[in-house]
């Protein structure tokens, strides 16, 4: 084989293996454009809308499985840059340790139970964070909002998860206040959301909490336990059965996604209840 040919040669693979990139990246952005661009969306009112709010269990930390990973083009979130894309664990952006959560297990039964919606998750939880910096005032409440706000330009809130809690049952004096701040905090929330009876879901800690480390746990829980006989449209979800990764603090996958089925249960039979 000549020069010529060689070169004849090396060329035509060159040109195939550019042609291919290109396909691919053509495929790529055309995957990214259809959760983002707006004109894809579904309309303002078929669009479900729900906060992610609370501490490092909400956020996620499990390990994030490949297999597991088969997006559904009704569930959607709204990623770091304020975008709606194709929803994928991690969900959450508040941390490199960010992994499997409740959010999208809860998302994926909601959008199975109505075929008519598409769902849209707005994580908003950062890991280790205490219930002040969520009250009114606080900067975690004022970014809920913000996220919050620009959700809405494109559909229709239905509901809040919230999972906090840890951080504040490690002392006495947080953990003897919690129900009363948490109460607060629900209210503000339905306020400046201008939905008095918006459904709100919370979930109890972990019993694998270590007593040493998280000496009021069962202080706080009680707080979770008892919100729905204190704040109306509300549901409280039990974290019994549910296991712990080697931290003794952040549930593993299987449990993360059983805690987002058990919200999702919640969730709706919440949305059925008339209003009293």
Request: glycine share 6%; proline share 5%.
């Amino acid at each position: 084989m000549n020069k010529q040919d060689l070169r004849s040669q090396f060329m035509n693979r060159l040109i195939c293996f550019l042609l291919l990139l290109c396909v691919s990246i053509s495929m790529l952005f055309l995957k990214q454009a259809s959760a983002e661009d707006h004109s894809t969306l579904p309309s303002k009112k078929s669009f479900h809308i729900y906060l992610l709010m609370g501490q490092s269990n909400m956020a996620g930390r499990a390990a994030i499985c490949q297999e597991d990973d088969q997006p559904s083009p009704r569930v959607l979130v709204l990623n770091q840059q304020d975008r709606w894309a194709i929803a994928r664990d991690p969900l959450h952006f508040d941390k490199p340790t960010a992994g499997v959560g409740p959010g999208l297990s809860f998302g994926n039964v909601m959008a199975a139970v109505d075929l008519s919606a598409t769902i849209g998750l707005v994580p908003c939880a950062v890991g280790g964070t205490p219930l002040s910096r969520w009250e009114k005032g606080g900067d975690l409440y004022k970014q809920a909002l913000q996220r919050a706000e620009t959700a809405l330009q494109h559909g229709t809130l239905k509901g809040v998860l919230w999972h906090q809690g840890e951080n504040d049952s490690m002392t006495k004096e947080k953990a003897e206040s919690y129900a009363k701040r948490l109460d607060s905090l629900i209210n503000d929330l339905r306020r400046d959301l201008k939905n008095a009876r918006l459904p709100i879901v919370v979930g109890q800690l972990g019993d694998f909490l270590s007593k040493k480390q998280f000496p009021f746990t069962a202080m706080v829980n009680d707080a979770l336990k008892s919100l729905p006989h204190r704040v109306p449209a509300t549901a409280s979800v039990e974290a019994s059965g549910l296991k712990s990764q080697e931290d003794a603090v952040h549930f593993d996958a299987a449990s993360a996604k059983e805690l987002g089925n058990r919200f999702a249960q919640a969730m709706l039979q919440l949305q059925k209840r008339p209003p009293k």
